[in-house]
């Protein structure tokens, strides 16, 4: 692990929390992207090194809408930034976690992606993350 290389955050829309965190992060995001498969539209913030990324459902079946339903908006995960990520995912199995992906997936930001199941983390969500080549 590296670094922090964003937290995650729920929200119920976009278009309302957009504006909301241009103004406490003073910059407006740098990047809008859907991810089809995990049902979610995102946008990136750069802070510094690290970044804030929001995250609204597209449809009921997405993590994102059954997360808010459960606990309403706010942080969502924690993702950590990873040379190998399947170096990594190999350790923390050994280590007893439970991996919520067997593969690295593809996440938002050009990353390749992979989550670990709360139950075996305090209760936060952690994403590792690895840039993708190219
Ligand atoms: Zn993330």
């Given at each position: 692990?590296?670094?922090?290389?964003?937290?995650?955050?729920?929200?119920?829309?976009?278009?309302?929390?957009?504006p909301?965190f241009?103004?406490?992060?003073?910059?407006?995001?740098?990047?809008?992207?859907?991810?089809?498969?995990?049902g979610?539209?995102?946008?990136?913030?750069?802070?510094?090194?690290?970044?804030?990324?929001?995250?609204?459902?597209?449809n009921?079946e997405s993590?994102?809408?059954?997360?808010?339903?459960?606990?309403?908006?706010?942080?969502?995960?924690i993702?950590?930034?990873?040379?190998?990520?399947?170096?990594?995912?190999q350790?923390?199995?050994?280590?007893?976690?439970?991996?919520?992906?067997?593969?690295?997936?593809?996440?938002?930001?050009?990353?390749?992606v992979?989550?670990l199941?709360?139950?075996?983390?305090?209760?936060?969500?952690?994403?590792?993350?690895?840039?993708?080549?190219?």
């Amino acid at each position: 692990m590296r670094k922090i290389e964003h937290i995650g955050i729920a929200v119920k829309e976009l278009a309302v929390s957009n504006p909301v965190f241009a103004k406490i992060l003073n910059t407006e995001p740098y990047k809008s992207e859907s991810v089809a498969s995990e049902g979610v539209n995102t946008s990136f913030f750069q802070v510094g090194e690290n970044k804030i990324e929001l995250l609204e459902a597209t449809n009921p079946e997405s993590p994102i809408a059954k997360f808010i339903e459960k606990k309403g908006e706010g942080i969502h995960h924690i993702a950590f930034d990873v040379e190998d990520i399947i170096l990594e995912m190999q350790r923390l199995e050994k280590e007893g976690f439970v991996l919520l992906n067997k593969e690295p997936k593809n996440g938002a930001d050009n990353k390749l992606v992979c989550f670990l199941h709360p139950k075996h983390t305090n209760g936060v969500l952690i994403e590792l993350c690895q840039e993708k080549a190219g």
